[in-house]
């Protein structure tokens, strides 16, 4: 592998600790903190997990490591899409392990928890772990989406850390992979395997937050890459002066990453979902909000803008979800095949139109042809529509170009549109580390192999005071069931890590609301520019301006 000048440099970058872990292993202890609950359906999910349920939140501060000695055997797995960072996880997990003694051994499973399952490992080394650190991506073992979730798995995982004599096994992984965690760590307590179950967050969605957790690593990083870009993009359209740029950028469902991509660039529009959703705006009423932005600085000679879509938005819409739901329910089962046999779009149209009603039919028809088409083209393995798939990005700019048009024939706008469309996700999710996440991932993996030590099972990683110098973070650690509610998942009753949605009345959103009439009209863009890996700590070690505005 030939390695470029900045992945050289960064192997030379010591990642900050927080100062509670900075005086080595046989100087940290532990402070216990108040015992807890689950953030709902207390007696349900205690009735679910009776031996992690309630357990006490902790802390680790500087004293004498009264932990009891013994060989670690810990593996370790990546879980689920990429996210800055997750390398450095495993390196802070492996110095840690190492530093406490040096007959330790990391197992790491390859492909996500499937290789838990298959029993598919590789053993960390020195000079395996050296090439990947402080290094972006989640090739060092792989990831996965394999749900480990039924006993007979957790029955073949128990086998398998039997076989090698591991201890614990660390998780690093989004809401659904925690969730999945604590599922594991209650069978391994119940069934005294004596294996421990450590999890810590991930996803750059930045949605497994709470409370507790401040943030999920690869959401800094991640969302500097996607404001670098739009900022470009914004610079580029107030020097070309002729394009409206619609960016739908990653996320899921919550639209966190759309939001902190707002506060960093200032754009002309940003839809957000959980916002929509609570106004039950239609697709109407947002591409008549799009195009007053349009037209408003039509009037100011400006025919360029620049507009931020998050990628679940459509989930939000509510006549696009009863819209969904009765294309789902059209092609249940055997009326797909009836439906892909109809051998031209005119013909499949007219099987749609029988099959919704009049005002599912109503929203299906404004919708752009080529859109139309994909609702029935991308079924996921449930049969689903996958609306992560659908390009809303121009969907709206085709609907506020039809808006655009009505206004022109009512002598309302005389302006030009022109829009160019841009998805951004996977550029992010694998960018160089900002010194955040590398800072962040490192203690995260370092925390949870001083939980491990203590012997702490069904626990989550947790450093805190995030928005504060590395000097002033907080480690320690938490039960994951305290995040877990019951949600109805497929037809279902089941304990679950509540998901974060944007908060409407966060400082974050507020502060958005505040500015956003301002930004639809004049030209306020701010350019963030890329990562700074080197210099003044002020320019290379900022955090989101979501977490400082939630801190603040
Ligand atoms: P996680 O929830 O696993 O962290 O993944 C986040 C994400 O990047 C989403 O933003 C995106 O919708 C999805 O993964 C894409 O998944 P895939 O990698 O399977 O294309």
Same mark, same amino acid.
């Given at each position: 592998?030939?390695?470029?000048?900045?992945?050289?440099?960064?192997?030379?970058?010591?990642?900050?600790?927080?100062?509670?872990?900075?005086?080595?292993?046989? @100087?940290?202890?532990?402070?216990?903190?108040?015992?807890?609950?689950?953030?709902?359906?207390?007696?349900?999910?205690? =009735?679910?997990?009776?031996?992690?349920?309630?357990?006490?939140?902790?802390?680790?501060?500087?004293?004498?490591?009264?932990?009891?000695?013994?060989?670690?055997?810990?593996?370790?797995?990546?879980?689920?899409?990429?996210?800055?960072?997750?390398?450095?996880?495993?390196?802070?997990?492996?110095?840690?392990?190492?530093?406490?003694?040096?007959?330790?051994?990391?197992?790491?499973?390859?492909?996500?928890?499937?290789?838990?399952? #298959?029993?598919?490992?590789?053993?960390?080394?020195?000079?395996?772990?050296?090439?990947?650190?402080?290094?972006?991506?989640?090739?060092?073992?792989?990831?996965?989406?394999?749900?480990? #979730? %039924?006993?007979?798995?957790? =029955?073949?995982?128990?086998?398998?850390?039997?076989? !090698?004599?591991?201890?614990?096994?660390?998780?690093?992984?989004?809401?659904?992979?925690?969730?999945?965690?604590?599922?594991?760590?209650?069978?391994?307590?119940? !069934?005294?395997?004596?294996?421990?179950?450590?999890?810590?967050?991930?996803?750059?969605?930045?949605?497994?937050?709470?409370?507790?957790?401040?943030?999920?690593?690869?959401?800094?990083?991640?969302?500097?890459?996607?404001?670098?870009?739009?900022?470009?993009?914004?610079?580029?359209?107030?020097?070309?002066?002729?394009?409206?740029?619609?960016?739908?950028?990653?996320?899921?469902?919550?639209?966190?990453?759309?939001?902190?991509?707002?506060?960093?660039?200032?754009?002309?529009?940003?839809?957000?979902?959980?916002?929509?959703?609570?106004?039950?705006?239609?697709?109407?009423?947002?591409?008549?909000?799009?195009?007053?932005?349009?037209?408003?600085?039509?009037?100011?000679? /400006?025919?360029?803008?620049?507009?931020?879509?998050?990628?679940?938005?459509?989930?939000?819409?509510?006549?696009?979800?009863?819209?969904?739901?009765?294309?789902? @329910?059209?092609?249940?089962?055997?009326?797909? =095949?009836?439906?892909?046999?109809?051998?031209?779009?005119?013909?499949?149209?007219?099987?749609?139109?029988?099959?919704?009603?009049?005002?599912?039919?109503?929203?299906?028809?404004?919708?752009?042809?080529?859109?139309?088409?994909?609702?029935?083209? #991308?079924?996921?393995?449930?049969?689903?529509?996958?609306?992560?798939?659908?390009?809303?990005?121009?969907?709206?700019?085709?609907?506020?170009?039809?808006?655009?048009?009505?206004?022109?024939?009512?002598? %309302?706008?005389?302006?030009?549109?022109?829009?160019?469309? !841009?998805?951004?996700?996977?550029?992010?999710?694998?960018?160089?580390?900002?010194?955040?996440?590398?800072?962040?991932?490192?203690?995260?993996?370092?925390?949870?192999?001083?939980?491990?030590?203590?012997?702490?099972?069904?626990?989550?990683?947790?450093?805190?005071?995030?928005?504060?110098?590395?000097?002033? /973070?907080?480690?320690?650690?938490?039960?994951?069931?305290?995040?877990?509610?019951?949600?109805?998942?497929?037809?279902?009753?089941?304990?679950?890590?509540?998901?974060?949605?944007? @908060?409407?009345?966060?400082?974050?959103?507020?502060?958005?609301?505040? !500015?956003?009439?301002? /930004?639809?009209? #004049?030209?306020?863009? %701010?350019?963030?520019? =890329?990562?700074?890996?080197?210099?003044?700590?002020?320019?290379?070690?900022?955090?989101?301006?979501?977490?400082?505005?939630?801190?603040?």
């Amino acid at each position: 592998m030939k390695l470029s000048p900045l992945q050289m440099a960064r192997y030379q970058y010591q990642p900050k600790l927080p100062g509670m872990l900075r005086n080595g292993i046989s @100087e940290i202890c532990v402070k216990n903190g108040e015992a807890t609950e689950s953030v709902a359906d207390q007696e349900k999910i205690k =009735a679910l997990f009776p031996n992690t349920y309630g357990k006490n939140e902790i802390t680790f501060q500087k004293g004498q490591n009264t932990s009891e000695a013994r060989k670690q055997v810990v593996g370790v797995i990546l879980s689920g899409g990429q996210a800055p960072g997750g390398h450095n996880v495993i390196c802070g997990l492996y110095d840690a392990l190492k530093a406490s003694g040096k007959d330790n051994v990391l197992y790491g499973f390859k492909g996500g928890p499937s290789g838990l399952i #298959e029993d598919d490992y590789l053993i960390f080394d020195d000079e395996y772990i050296n090439q990947y650190r402080n290094t972006v991506g989640f090739d060092i073992i792989g990831s996965g989406r394999t749900k480990l #979730e %039924t006993e007979e798995q957790f =029955a073949i995982v128990a086998e398998n850390c039997k076989k !090698h004599g591991i201890n614990a096994i660390v998780i690093i992984g989004g809401d659904d992979s925690n969730t999945n965690a604590a599922v594991l760590a209650e069978y391994f307590a119940a !069934h005294n395997t004596g294996v421990q179950v450590i999890g810590c967050p991930k996803t750059i969605d930045g949605d497994l937050k709470n409370e507790d957790i401040e943030c999920s690593f690869g959401f800094d990083t991640a969302t500097k890459t996607f404001s670098e870009v739009i900022g470009n993009i914004e610079r580029d359209a107030n020097s070309a002066k002729k394009y409206w740029h619609f960016v739908k950028v990653m996320g899921r469902s919550a639209s966190h990453v759309a939001l902190e991509c707002a506060l960093e660039t200032q754009p002309n529009v940003c839809l957000i979902g959980e916002e929509v959703a609570a106004k039950k705006m239609s697709l109407a009423q947002i591409a008549d909000y799009i195009a007053d932005s349009v037209a408003n600085r039509a009037a100011k000679g /400006w025919n360029f803008g620049v507009a931020i879509i998050p990628e679940g938005i459509v989930e939000f819409v509510p006549e696009f979800s009863v819209l969904i739901a009765e294309i789902n @329910e059209l092609l249940a089962g055997e009326k797909t =095949a009836a439906f892909n046999a109809l051998p031209t779009w005119k013909e499949k149209y007219a099987f749609i139109e029988q099959g919704l009603t009049k005002e599912s039919m109503a929203v299906f028809a404004i919708l752009p042809e080529g859109i139309q088409q994909q609702l029935f083209l #991308e079924r996921d393995p449930h049969g689903n529509v996958q609306v992560s798939l659908i390009e809303s990005e121009k969907l709206f700019s085709e609907l506020v170009k039809k808006n655009l048009a009505a206004r022109k024939a009512a002598g %309302t706008y005389k302006g030009k549109f022109s829009p160019l469309h !841009h998805f951004f996700g996977y550029e992010g999710r694998c960018a160089f580390p900002s010194n955040f996440d590398a800072d962040y991932c490192y203690s995260l993996g370092y925390n949870a192999f001083m939980l491990i030590q203590y012997g702490y099972n069904g626990y989550l990683s947790k450093v805190s005071n995030l928005s504060k110098p590395a000097e002033e /973070w907080v480690a320690g650690g938490m039960p994951i069931t305290k995040m877990m509610n019951i949600e109805r998942r497929n037809g279902k009753d089941k304990p679950v890590i509540r998901k974060a949605l944007v @908060e409407l009345d966060g400082a974050p959103f507020k502060f958005f609301e505040a !500015h956003r009439a301002e /930004w639809a009209v #004049e030209t306020c863009y %701010t350019y963030p520019g =890329a990562i700074q890996y080197f210099g003044p700590s002020e320019v290379c070690d900022l955090t989101t301006k979501t977490l400082a505005l939630e801190k603040a």
